[in-house]
């Protein structure tokens, strides 16, 4: 978190949010950034971001609030979902007057894409032949990698849990035939978790 020092009348700005957590964000969860405000004289609080999408512009012109004068307000920023670029480091910005404060956010991202294969790929039958699933070479800085395989349901294609999360990296079912229009194949998956929830996803159709 960086400070720039005023006047002793100028607004006091400090952020709420703990810099810790707003280490290896995901993406796909909504993120809330929180200050307090403390002005003497009324200004507008206003948040910026030294690199922002459309969409993120958006939601720092939304949190732009009026702080009166001789008060104490809470300000909030709320980026949602999917908005933060994965696996980036931004700095986000919170000004009233001339005072302003500045804090770091940086995003995970999910494994990094290894490979994912079902067997046998074809010939296999009806809750008779085992297939067995194997994901491998998948990467990611935060530790351990988990695994759960699957299947995409016929006609809604829900997915459909086979093997619990684990770090076991493998695994084996037996299969029900997919719809007559698909050939009856069916569409395994792979959801490859890190440490924070991340996750890919990855099919093999059989």
């Known amino acids: 978190v960086s400070v720039r020092t005023q006047s002793p009348a100028a607004p006091v700005i400090a952020f709420t949010t703990s810099a810790q957590r707003l280490s290896f964000v995901n993406t796909n969860d909504q993120v809330v950034l929180a200050g307090s405000i403390s002005a003497q004289a009324g200004c507008t609080a206003r948040w910026s971001a030294d690199t922002a999408t459309d969409d993120l512009q958006s939601a720092l012109t939304a949190a732009s609030v009026s702080i009166p004068a001789a008060a104490a307000r809470a300000v909030y920023l709320v980026i949602p979902a999917n908005v933060l670029p994965m696996r980036s480091t931004l700095s986000f910005g919170l000004t009233c007057a001339q005072s302003s404060v500045a804090i770091t956010v940086t995003t995970n991202g999910p494994p990094q894409p290894g490979r994912f294969a079902t067997t046998p790929a ?82 093999s159709l059989v």
């Open 122 to 203: 074809d010939g296999g039958r009806e809750l008779s032949t085992p297939y067995y699933f194997a994901a491998s070479f998948w990467s990611d800085p935060n530790l351990p990698i988990t695994y759960q395989f699957g299947f995409l349901s016929t006609g809604t294609s829900a997915f459909v849990s086979l093997q619990s999360r684990s770090e076991q990296p493998s695994g084996s079912s037996l299969l029900t035939a997919g719809a007559s229009d698909a050939m009856y194949r069916v569409t395994t998956v792979a959801n490859v978790f890190d440490a924070l929830n991340a996750v890919s996803t990855s099919y």
